[in-house]
């Protein structure tokens, strides 16, 4: 049976979408990974079903659309490339490409065009870790450039640009000099630029929010906190002291909650430790009395082989030592809990007491985003496991294996038309039928790795692979 359109309707209602609940930013309106297009096919792949296929470099962004283009981002080598497409026939309309002025950090399968572009319908702007932010009009025509990085992160960075009352908005954050901006879309002017000093590594897309009074907001997860930044001046409104330590899924919301999913390495329920402060465990350990530790140091706290699987990721900013603020993360992160949280927006500076309704903390996502349809929250995690939760209470309605797709998860979980799509990297793009007891009604192989999350309009799904993109339609 399938879930009404009014339903979706209704979910849509508070995401903020673009004009006609346009997909024209990662993940669709809002992030919300939500579309009221009808007519999406069920059953598809390399064979069947196919409008158009594409051929593409290599990357994992999802393509956006413009009023009638759709864009995207890709690379060879050590060039960077942003494509239009056009909407109805896949064509290539341009390619613009520039030089990496740089290789940083990337983890696999994380690459050089990992994030989304955003678009206005006309014009398209870029991030790109190696390179910087680039907008495009609607002939190819570039329009400006903004050099950024480079960016200490060992995964690589991952959120995508949004545009926001006449601003795009970049969120870089890294081991060390973490911050957000907002550029003007037509010059490239950088309308303010914020730190964020006790950000470590993040990938998380952000989303908006407009209260009641006041100014639209962008809400962005990141180490340790939920924060809520004021989009005409970039000041800090709101926060929440209650987040895991590396956040990668973009968040949802509904009306007056959003529901953020955070989870990282040694920091599972029960993981916790309570370590001593860095005077004392200077004046214990700290031999030369230089005010720092190195390796060696290290090992009489550690021992020589944890010293030495820990110090990478101790020593933030590659100094060769471990200091007052590498160790203070290192307590932070140690303290820290995964969880799904429920956490009720708006207020005015620390509200961590007041607005968490409730922790989940098992059988998390590491980098696929939550879904919210109706009073149902979704996640998919590697192995293929899908959780429902009640939105209110937190309690899981029913959890269970995509027996035919039981692999790893990068592309985050779409839904229309009644259906829920699950994207595997292997390209089995499982088809599940929504509801506190969801079951799985087909599964389809697209034959090669997907990594970038489908989108869904026009009454289509688009897919693309490692090395096309595709249309598909009943």
């Given at each position: 049976?399938?879930?009404?359109?009014?339903?979706?309707?209704?979910?849509?209602?508070?995401?903020?979408?673009?004009?006609?609940?346009?997909?024209?930013?990662?993940?669709?309106?809002?992030?919300?990974?939500?579309?009221?297009?009808?007519?999406?096919?069920?059953?598809?792949?390399?064979?069947?079903?196919?409008?158009?296929?594409?051929?593409?470099?290599?990357?994992?962004?999802?393509?956006?659309?413009?009023?009638?283009?759709?864009?995207?981002?890709?690379?060879?080598?050590?060039?960077?490339?942003?494509?239009?497409?056009?909407?109805?026939?896949?064509?290539?309309?341009?390619?613009?490409?520039?030089?990496?002025?740089?290789?940083?950090?990337?983890?696999?399968?994380?690459?050089?065009?990992?994030?989304?572009?955003?678009?206005?319908?006309?014009?398209?702007?870029?991030?790109?870790?190696?390179?910087?932010?680039?907008?495009?009009?609607?002939?190819?025509?570039?329009?400006?450039?903004?050099?950024?990085?480079?960016?200490?992160n060992p995964m690589g960075l991952g959120?995508?640009?949004?545009?926001?009352?006449?601003?795009?908005?970049?969120?870089?954050?890294?081991?060390?000099?973490?911050?957000?901006?907002?550029?003007?879309?037509?010059?490239?002017?950088?309308?303010?630029?914020?730190?964020?000093?006790?950000?470590?590594?993040?990938?998380?897309?952000?989303?908006?929010?407009?209260?009641?009074?006041?100014?639209?907001?962008?809400?962005?997860?990141?180490?340790?906190?939920?924060?809520?930044?004021?989009?005409?001046?970039?000041?800090?409104?709101?926060?929440?002291?209650?987040?895991?330590?590396?956040?990668?899924?973009?968040?949802?919301?509904?009306?007056?909650?959003?529901?953020?999913?955070?989870?990282?390495?040694?920091?599972?329920?029960?993981?916790?430790?309570?370590?001593?402060?860095?005077?004392?465990?200077?004046?214990?350990?700290?031999?030369?009395?230089?005010?720092?530790?190195?390796?060696?140091?290290?090992?009489?706290?550690?021992?020589?082989?944890?010293?030495k699987r820990v110090f990478f990721n101790?020593?933030?900013?590659?100094?060769?030592?471990?200091?007052?603020?590498?160790?203070?993360?290192?307590?932070?992160?140690?303290?820290?809990?995964?969880?799904?949280?429920?956490?009720?927006?708006?207020?005015?500076?620390?509200?961590?007491?007041?607005?968490?309704?409730?922790?989940?903390?098992?059988?998390?996502?590491?980098?696929?985003?939550?879904?919210?349809?109706?009073?149902?929250?979704?996640?998919?995690?590697?192995?293929?496991?899908?959780?429902?939760?009640?939105?209110?209470?937190?309690?899981?309605?029913?959890?269970?294996?995509?027996?035919e797709a039981m692999d790893r998860y990068?592309?985050?979980?779409?839904?229309?038309?009644?259906?829920?799509?699950?994207?595997?990297?292997?390209?089995?793009?499982?088809?599940?039928?929504?509801?506190?007891?969801?079951?799985?009604?087909?599964?389809?192989?697209?034959?090669?790795?997907?990594?970038?999350?489908?989108?869904?309009?026009?009454?289509?799904?688009?897919?693309?692979?490692?090395?096309?993109?595709?249309?598909?339609?009943?």
């Amino acid at each position: 049976m399938r879930l009404p359109a009014l339903l979706f309707t209704a979910s849509l209602s508070v995401c903020l979408a673009a004009p006609n609940g346009q997909w024209d930013r990662f993940r669709g309106p809002n992030g919300s990974g939500l579309s009221e297009e009808v007519g999406i096919p069920t059953e598809f792949g390399p064979d069947k079903n196919v409008v158009w296929k594409t051929a593409l470099p290599e990357g994992d962004s999802s393509p956006v659309f413009g009023t009638d283009s759709i864009f995207l981002t890709g690379f060879e080598g050590d060039k960077l490339f942003t494509i239009s497409l056009d909407r109805k026939t896949g064509r290539v309309k341009w390619r613009r490409e520039v030089q990496r002025t740089r290789e940083g950090f990337l983890r696999e399968p994380n690459n050089p065009a990992s994030p989304s572009p955003v678009t206005d319908g006309q014009n398209v702007f870029v991030f790109f870790q190696d390179f910087g932010m680039l907008a495009y009009g609607p002939d190819g025509n570039e329009l400006w450039r903004i050099p950024l990085g480079p960016f200490n992160n060992p995964m690589g960075l991952g959120s995508s640009p949004i545009l926001a009352a006449g601003k795009v908005i970049q969120v870089c954050d890294s081991e060390t000099d973490s911050y957000i901006l907002a550029a003007d879309p037509k010059t490239g002017k950088i309308l303010w630029r914020k730190e964020r000093p006790f950000a470590l590594r993040g990938f998380s897309t952000p989303v908006l929010w407009q209260p009641p009074k006041g100014n639209l907001q962008v809400l962005i997860p990141g180490s340790y906190e939920l924060k809520a930044y004021d989009v005409e001046t970039g000041e800090i409104v709101w926060y929440v002291r209650s987040l895991t330590w590396q956040l990668k899924p973009t968040p949802v919301m509904d009306d007056d909650t959003i529901y953020v999913v955070g989870w990282a390495g040694e920091s599972d329920l029960g993981e916790q430790e309570d370590l001593p402060t860095f005077d004392v465990v200077l004046a214990e350990h700290d031999a030369n009395k230089d005010g720092k530790l190195d390796l060696e140091e290290l090992s009489h706290l550690k021992g020589p082989e944890e010293a030495k699987r820990v110090f990478f990721n101790v020593d933030l900013d590659r100094s060769g030592f471990v200091e007052d603020r590498d160790w203070e993360h290192h307590r932070r992160k140690k303290a820290v809990v995964n969880a799904v949280q429920a956490i009720r927006l708006g207020g005015e500076g620390d509200m961590t007491e007041s607005a968490v309704k409730w922790r989940y903390y098992k059988t998390l996502p590491n980098v696929p985003s939550p879904l919210l349809l109706g009073d149902v929250l979704y996640l998919v995690k590697d192995g293929g496991i899908v959780t429902a939760l009640d939105k209110k209470s937190g309690e899981v309605t029913k959890q269970g294996r995509l027996r035919e797709a039981m692999d790893r998860y990068f592309a985050s979980p779409v839904a229309a038309d009644g259906k829920i799509f699950m994207a595997a990297e292997t390209g089995k793009i499982s088809v599940l039928e929504p509801g506190p007891q969801w079951e799985v009604v087909h599964v389809n192989d697209m034959g090669e790795e997907v990594w970038a999350t489908p989108v869904l309009t026009d009454s289509m799904i688009y897919v693309r692979t490692r090395s096309a993109l595709y249309c598909f339609d009943e």
